[in-house]
């Protein structure tokens, strides 16, 4: 298996929504990233977890709140999103930091 | 100021042709990475170089990096539709691999 999968595929939600975007791998990965893409920009990078602990986190605002449940699993749980956070967000994996990274085909929210 | 930059932005080629596209940093280099993404999807990775003057190739596309002057090039031959997406290099940020950031991109199409 050397899928990254996300879900939702699509999120709507409102300003004042608590909702959660869901990653797993089955690769064996020990670090994996969420990136928030906006359009016709490249990905940038939010949180890095290597071996289920937080790592990096890109002065990311506390309305997103990452969670590395285990080594196969990524969360990331959105509150009190505001309309400028939507966007593409994909995570990805890689067997170390910053290895060849595989991506998932990524969430796309919209935030009213 | 981007610490990537990619040339051209943009590349529209007849099927067939060669075509060049570059990635020049304005940090030191700790390791080259080249992505593709079709249009709203996940990256897909291509090559990873590490070593100044390293060279690698896989179907019809060839990637080098010239450390000293810290950039890489990523070369199609005869080209098809099928190569058409955006192109993304990626780097680390620090010897240890404290961060990852991605270029612009340049988007390639490809004219049956």
């Known amino acids: 298996d050397t899928e990254v999968t996300q879900t939702p595929k699509h999120l709507v939600m409102g300003m004042t929504n608590k909702k959660s975007l869901k990653c797993e791998q089955h690769m064996g990965h020990r670090a994996m990233y969420w990136y928030k893409q906006k359009a016709k920009k490249p990905p940038e990078l939010m949180f890095v977890y290597s071996y289920e602990k937080l790592s990096i986190n890109e002065s990311v605002p506390s309305r997103f709140s990452p969670e590395c449940p285990n080594s196969s699993l990524l969360n990331l749980h959105l509150h009190a999103l505001q309309p400028e956070d939507s966007a593409l967000y994909l995570c990805?994996?890689?067997?170390?930091?910053?290895?060849?990274?595989?991506f998932g085909p990524g969430t796309r929210l919209t935030v009213l | 100021s981007q610490e990537l930059e990619q040339s051209p932005q943009s590349l529209i080629v007849q099927e067939g042709k060669n075509l060049t596209i570059n990635c020049t940093s304005s940090k030191t280099l700790y390791g080259l990475y080249w992505y593709k993404q079709k249009y709203g999807e996940g990256l897909i990775f291509l090559m990873m170089l590490q070593k100044g003057g390293e060279e690698k190739s896989h179907e019809k596309i060839t990637a080098k990096l010239d450390e000293k002057k810290q950039q890489s090039s990523l070369h199609i031959t005869a080209s098809q539709p099928s190569h058409a997406g955006i192109y993304l290099c990626?780097?680390?940020?620090?010897?240890?691999?404290?961060?990852?950031?991605f270029g612009p991109g340049t988007r390639l199409s490809v004219l049956p």
């Open positions: 990626g780097a680390q940020r620090g010897n240890y691999g404290q961060n990852f950031v």
């Open positions: 990805a994996s890689s067997q170390v930091e910053f290895n060849e990274q595989f």
